[in-house]
């Protein structure tokens, strides 16, 4: 497949995924909402090599023949910081995680949040209105960006997560902000050509 049909079919594998996830509090808004998420996990795909996408597709057909839900994973992951005493009664029953996995996992989310802090600094008008960045921030109706990400990176297999890491590596050799790189490709997929020209946009 090109690297467009590898897109399109990983991020319909997600919808269906989170489409099926079920909440405590009842279904989500933007459960019904597929263009924004399209547009939404586009943006981040697109900065993905096609070998990336390749192993992270593997790893939803292999968790999909298992009967088991990796967005639903997702946001358990995200209880242990946003509701801990509900996450308590679940963290059993997530897959656990080689040390190495944490270690790595931590390693990115360190660069990342530097990233997206960046970001933040660069752009406020935008960056004011998305998630709030760190951990200490959770609250039970607010996952932060650095709890968002740490939760997705423990979905991802070993090999994956693997390659996630050598690809933030190379970026960081690049000098590249990834954060800046997937807010670039969102603008531009809701039809704005430059940072400048984003006024008021509801996804943030």
Not at 33 to 54: A, C, G, N
């Amino acid at each position: 497949m090109e690297k467009k049909q590898l897109i399109d079919k990983l991020v319909e594998m997600e919808f269906e995924a989170f489409d099926k996830a079920r909440n405590v509090g009842g279904r989500a808004a933007c459960q019904n909402d597929w263009p924004t998420f399209q547009i939404m996990r586009t943006s981040q795909y697109l900065t993905w090599t096609e070998e990336m996408l390749e192993s992270f597709i593997h790893d939803f057909e292999v968790a999909n023949a298992k009967g088991w839900n990796l967005i639903a994973e997702k946001y358990a992951r995200m209880m242990e910081t946003t509701v801990p005493e509900e996450y308590k009664q679940i963290k059993n029953q997530l897959p656990v995680l080689s040390d190495w996995q944490k270690q790595v996992i931590e390693q990115i989310v360190a660069i990342q949040v530097d990233w997206m802090e960046e970001f933040s600094k660069e752009h406020p008008n935008i960056s004011s209105r998305a998630r709030v960045i760190h951990t200490s921030e959770d609250r039970p109706d607010d996952t932060s960006y650095e709890t968002y990400l740490r939760g997705e990176l423990g979905t991802y297999s070993e090999d994956t997560l693997a390659k996630y890491a050598a690809f933030i590596v190379d970026l960081v050799g690049e000098k590249k902000n990834l954060a800046e790189m997937i807010m670039k490709n969102t603008i531009e997929l809701y039809g704005y050509s430059s940072f400048e020209q984003v006024k008021e946009l509801e996804w943030v």
